[in-house]
């Protein structure tokens, strides 16, 4: 089914502005350029990070990582590129890795 949501969405149109109701925000037009740009962005960081983390520890990996999603999804400040990351990366450490014995 999401391949033919792909498929459908390069080749449809996007049907003329009719009057919304409340189950219709979800409608979507055709893929953009800037979309198609950020899914492959996305597709690039987690190969990355795979294989980033099989040289690395996790920590510098999972911060790699979770500043290049952001970098692709328009964060573009310290806080974004740097606090963000850097907390959400301790907390999966210490949730998986300190809490839950996961081996990172």
């Known amino acids: 089914m999401s ?3 792909i498929v459908l969405a390069f080749v449809t149109t996007p049907r003329a502005a009719t009057a919304k109701t409340a189950d ?3 409608e979507e037009g055709p ?3 800037s979309g198609i740009v950020r899914v492959v962005g996305f597709v690039a960081a987690t190969v990355a990070f795979g294989l980033l983390w099989y040289y690395l520890h996790f920590l510098v990996s999972g911060l ?12 573009r400040g310290i806080k974004d590129l740097l606090l963000f990351p850097a907390g959400v ?15 990172l």
């Open 31 to 33: 893929a953009s350029r």
């Open 89 to 103: 990366t301790v907390v999966i450490y210490v949730l998986f890795g300190l809490l839950l014995r996961v081996p």
């Open 24 to 26: 219709d925000d979800d």
């Open 3 to 5: 391949v033919l949501q």
């Open 64 to 75: 790699v990582f979770v500043a290049a999603l952001t970098w692709v999804a328009g964060g």
